[in-house]
Structure formats: C-alpha cells, structure tokens
C-alpha cells in the first residue's frame, strides 16, 4: 500500500472527513467505495446514498453488467409487463445518484486491503475508503476453443441482444443448455431462420418453463448429446458451420450454421481480489452465509461475484441492499475515529 505522506484533516466542503496527502496530490478518504455496476452496486450505492454515506461507485467500463445483454425480463417484481434488462439497470443507475451516488466510470486495476483506510486503484489514480464493497459480477465462458478465440466478431457471439441483429435470416447454432443459452435461443428466433440448440446432456440444466418456451417454438431445434471440436470458417473467414462430435456414438458430422452462440455460463469477476479475499473453489468470493462480509473487516460483496446459487436480478439487488447495511453497520460500530485514523495515518 502507498503510504500516506500527510493528514490534511477536515474542510467543510469535502464529502468525507479525512483528506490524505499521497505522493501525487490531495485524496479524500470515502467513507464507501463500491466497485461495479450492476443490480448489486447500484442498489448498494442506492442505500448507502440514503444512509449519507455519499458512496463512490466505480462501474466500470462495463457498466450495467450483464442486464446490459438481457432482454426482457419478466421475473423483476414491480414489472408486470416486463421490463428490459438495460432499462432496468439504467434506472437503478439514476435512482443511486438521486441519493448522492457519484460515479466514476472507468475500471479498478488494484486493491489494496492490507491496512485502512483500503486502496482502490485506477489505472495511475488511487481511491481510499474506509470500507468497500465488492460488486463485480461475472463474465461470459467460453469454449475454449483456438477457432471460437480466433473468429470471435466473426460469427462467434456471447450475446443475443447485442449482436442478434447482425446476424438476421441466418441458421445460428446455440451452444448451452441452462436458463441463458434457451433465453438467447428463443431471443435470437426474432432474427434467425432456424435455432438449434447444442447440448452436451439429455437433461437441461435451464428451469423447466424455459425449456417449454424453446420446445415450442418451431424455429428452435436440438441437438443432444453434443459437443462442439470445431467452429469452422470459410473463404471470408467468417463462421459457415462447426463440427459437432455426439457422445454417445462417438461421431462427428459438420453443422452448417451462419452464426454460433455460446452460453455455457459465467465466471466471477474475481481477478482484482485473488490472494486478497478468501474465495470458493469455483473462484466466488466467501460471504459469511446471510451476510455480505468477506475475509477481510471492513469489505463487503455483493452480487453474482460471491453467488453461484441464484444469479438471479432480483438476488443480485438484493444481496447489494444486504452489503449496503453491512456496510453502514460496520462503519458507525467499527470503523476507527477520525483522530485515531488521523493519527494512525500521520505515523505510519
Ligand atoms: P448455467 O451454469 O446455468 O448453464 C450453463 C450451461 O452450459 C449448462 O447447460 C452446461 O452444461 C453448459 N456448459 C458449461 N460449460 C460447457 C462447455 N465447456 N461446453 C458445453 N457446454 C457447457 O449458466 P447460465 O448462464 O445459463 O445461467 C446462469 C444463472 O442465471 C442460472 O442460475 C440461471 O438460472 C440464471 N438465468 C436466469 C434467467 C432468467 O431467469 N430469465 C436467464 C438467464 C440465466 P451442463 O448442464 O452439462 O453442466
């Protein structure tokens, strides 16, 4: 951790109470920073505003998380005809900063929680907090495939809502067999000629209404039990097919497709916080059960980053109120007095 130089103290027009005088200029000490938008920090900061915490929310380039390319949703209470995901996620944005929220929009490249108050780096800027929470969320799997990597944005998407579009009359090939990839099957029916489905078991993982919505459209075929070796490339270099090997008969055959969609699922945004926090053994960061505490006094997560269960929207926002009253509980019972921190900070 860079070592605070010199304690300004406080003046009346900073947002938090400490301003600390690091090697490249003057830095407040927030009492909060979240780091990631999405359901979970939104609603983070959407209490924590309330509770004039004046939180920092540092979302990312990303910002909006996977709601971003969700299409409708229809399992958010309050919406009983639906909502879209950006919609949804956009106005949480704007109901935190009713309350306060600021916002920076770029990504956290460092943390630092060894001591307090906790670092949070930005590329060469440097953030302190009293307390953080972490709300990072989880990205897109892939295959793992060399010709999946190499024609990615050429026929090879993660995304219906963002990409469907393009690819418009096309037969597309849907690998997957949860709640995401038969959503994206029946969203990107919109678009395509044909769908078919690429599992690697007979039984779906996705819940069972999903896969009654994909079973009834008739764009929407399946193939079981596949796998996918190969996605295959022509002239253009754009995806013309991918060759499927069926694991019961152990045989390969070519499937022509326009276009390839994988939805195998996500993995925690974790990155910024290994051999920081204690995580689980599928790389999520360890919550205290109905809690958002980590390993670490003072930081707290929220969200898809510390929840493989649910994943839900509604779990997401709600695990970010938890975090945020947390948050707020630990900070008026625990954290140091500002002339203890001043001058723990002075001395060190
Ligand atoms: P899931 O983990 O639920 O499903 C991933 C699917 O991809 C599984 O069928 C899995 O197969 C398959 N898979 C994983 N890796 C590979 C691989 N390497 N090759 C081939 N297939 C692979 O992820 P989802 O993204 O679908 O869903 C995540 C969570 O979000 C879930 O809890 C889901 O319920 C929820 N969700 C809810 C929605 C809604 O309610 N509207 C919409 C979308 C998601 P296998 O089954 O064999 O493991």
């Given amino acids: 951790m860079t070592t605070p130089a010199h304690v300004l103290g406080c003046t009346p027009d900073t947002p938090n109470s400490l301003l600390i005088r690091n090697a490249r200029r003057i830095v407040p000490i927030e009492n909060l920073i979240i780091i990631g938008g999405g359901p979970a920090g939104y609603t983070a900061a959407l209490y924590a505003a309330r509770a004039n915490l004046r939180p920092l929310c540092i979302e990312g380039y990303g910002a909006g998380g996977q709601l971003l390319i969700s299409g409708t949703v229809e399992n958010f209470p309050g919406f009983p005809d639906s909502v879209m995901g950006p919609d949804l996620v956009a106005s949480c944005r704007l109901q935190a900063e009713r309350f306060g929220t600021r916002y920076l929009m770029t990504d956290v490249t460092e943390v630092d929680f060894s001591s307090r108050p906790f670092v949070v780096r930005t590329g060469r800027e440097e953030h302190l ?68 489905i690429v599992h690697r078991r007979q039984e779906f993982r996705a819940s069972p209404i999903m896969v009654q919505y994909a079973q009834a459209n008739e764009k929407i075929s399946f193939l079981q039990p596949y796998v996918v ?120």
């Fill in 129 to 196: 907090a009293k307390a953080v929470i972490i709300a990072t969320g989880a990205s897109a799997r892939t295959l793992g495939l060399p010709s999946e990597e190499a024609l990615a944005g050429r026929g090879v998407a993660y995304c219906s809502v963002c990409e469907g579009p393009m690819f418009q009359g096309r037969r597309l090939l849907v690998i997957g067999g949860g709640d995401a990839a038969l959503e994206e099957a029946v969203g990107l029916t919109n678009y395509a000629s044909e769908v078919v």
């Fill in 229 to 348: 070796e190969e996605i295959l490339a022509g002239d253009d270099n754009t995806v013309v097919g991918a060759k499927l090997r069926n694991l019961e008969i152990e045989a390969t055959h070519v499937e022509p497709a326009g276009g390839v969609f994988v939805a195998i699922g996500h993995d925690p945004a974790n990155n910024l916080f290994r051999g920081v926090l204690e995580l689980d053994e599928l790389g999520y960061i360890r919550t205290e059960p109905g809690a958002s505490r980590t390993s670490v006094e003072g930081v707290f997560a929220a969200g898809d980053v510390q929840d493989h269960t649910y994943r839900q929207v509604v779990t997401s926002a709600g695990s970010g109120c938890v975090a945020a009253l947390d948050a707020q509980r630990w900070l008026a019972s625990h954290a140091m007095p500002e002339a203890a921190a001043a001058a723990a900070l002075a001395h060190s």
